[in-house]
């Protein structure tokens, strides 16, 4: 394809009937209308998918350097500036279940921003079904988790110290001086839900807000010690323990689509949302084949890579659409073989006899199949191996 073809094609890839879009000054107004279509229909497939107990919520950037009045910063993120997501996915598998595309606050949110995108977010998650939500300090807020609860949804959270107020704990300064793994936790009940809070002194403070686990059981971590030059054994809390463990479900999801990332240049904000929803779309695809094989007994080996997956992807786009025939497939009947063998009176024969009918149009193609590539096992023989069948 030419540097032409494609730009042409690019310039009318759309996803809406613009003319349907609505004033600026309409209430109802969504800035992502050019997009709208294409998200609800991934969103829907992707709240499909059965959803596991460790889920985690975070957030998203889709890279742009643009002029948009959607673009945000996040200095933490490895792309600062971009548009926002907010993903909720698998803790440990990272599979994307749900997502939200952030244009704006809400004028009127019912319990606070972040409470109202997480509870957004867990529409679909089952209800008293032993599900286990993680987020960090940017959601976590004492209201949320008392609504998570009352839902039948345990949550676990890293918190700011602000939003634990009139809590009186032990502070940096005594834990610092009872040494490296020294903790301190209240319990208290609002609303009738019983809340944890856990500060633990590591390298820094670490304040966790939970519904599910407490401090009562701990285990020893390897760290590093500066001071002693050596590593040591640190007392950690179960609570961070779990919280690490199945926190980087949204992390997982985002550094395997940045492996293989569609990167279009374009002044039209919907395009780097439309590709990047085609990136998350074949990373989900193949997450969900990867548990599919696991669950199977699969080895390793049989399992396809990310990038096996793309290019089986991109060769059944390139692939033409052949009519749908009546050949079946199989041996082919005695009557109609007999009847392409039979030579023709006013045709010269050819000189290679043509496939038949049921071979040539059962929809395989017959490509020669070539399988992985091996070593060859004679002895002093450095060649590498390929079986090829026809």
């Known amino acids: 394809m030419s540097r032409d073809r494609f730009l042409q094609i690019k310039k009318y890839l759309h996803v809406v009937d613009n003319t349907t879009q609505s004033n600026q000054q309409d209430p109802e107004y969504d800035r992502a209308f050019k997009i709208r279509p294409l998200l609800n229909i991934i969103k829907e497939n992707f709240r499909k998918i059965p959803k596991e107990e460790n889920l985690s919520v975070d957030e998203q950037i889709i890279p742009f350097k643009g002029k948009s009045i959607m673009k945000q910063q996040m200095p933490n993120k490895p792309h600062r500036w971009g548009y926002k997501m907010f993903l909720l996915a698998g803790g440990a598998s990272g599979i994307c279940y749900d997502f939200i595309f952030y244009t704006g606050k809400a004028n009127e949110p019912k319990y606070g921003f972040c409470t109202d995108i997480v509870l957004k977010l867990c529409e679909t998650v089952p209800r008293m079904m032993n599900h286990k939500l993680y987020f960090d300090n940017y959601f976590t807020t004492i209201s949320l988790q008392v609504q998570l609860k009352k839902l039948g949804i345990f949550s676990v959270g890293t918190v700011r110290s602000n939003r634990l107020p009139d809590l009186v704990m032990k502070n940096a300064k005594n834990l610092q001086e009872e040494g490296r793994g020294s903790m301190d936790y209240r319990i208290a009940q609002v609303d009738g839900v019983e809340l944890c809070a856990t500060r633990w002194y590591d390298n820094n403070l670490v304040n966790c807000?939970?519904?599910?686990?407490?401090?009562?059981?701990?285990?020893?971590?390897?760290?590093?010690?500066?001071?002693?030059?050596?590593?040591?054994?640190?007392?950690?809390?179960?609570?961070i323990k779990i919280y690490n463990q199945y926190m980087g479900g949204v992390d997982l999801i985002d550094m395997l689509v940045s492996l293989y990332r569609i990167n279009i240049r374009s002044k039209k904000y919907y395009m780097k949302v439309i590709f990047h929803l085609i990136d998350l779309s074949i990373v989900n695809g193949w997450l969900l084949y990867r548990r599919h094989c696991s669950q199977l007994g699969m080895h390793k080996n049989e399992i396809r890579s990310l990038l096996q997956c793309r290019v089986e992807v991109a060769e059944a786009l390139l692939k033409p659409i052949t009519p749908k025939c009546s050949?079946?497939?199989?041996?082919?009947?005695?009557?109609?073989?007999?009847?392409?063998?039979?030579?023709?009176?006013?045709?010269?024969?050819?000189?290679?006899?043509?496939?038949?009918?049921?071979?040539?149009?059962?929809?395989?193609?017959?490509?020669?199949?070539?399988?992985?590539?091996?070593?060859?096992?004679?002895?002093?023989?450095?060649?590498?191996?390929?079986?090829?069948?026809?």
């Not at 807000?209 to 390897?222: A, N, W």
């Open 209 to 239: 807000l939970s519904t599910l686990y407490g401090c009562e059981l701990t285990d020893l971590v390897k760290r590093w010690s500066s001071s002693q030059k050596k590593h040591i054994q640190v007392v950690r809390p179960n609570v």
């Open 327 to 390: 050949a079946q497939q199989g041996r082919p009947s005695v009557r109609l073989r007999s009847k392409q063998n039979s030579p023709s009176k006013n045709l010269r024969s050819p000189s290679v006899q043509p496939p038949l009918i049921n071979t040539r149009l059962d929809g395989f193609h017959h490509w020669p199949m070539t399988t992985v590539k091996g070593r060859c096992r004679y002895p002093g023989c450095n060649y590498d191996l390929f079986i090829v069948a026809y």
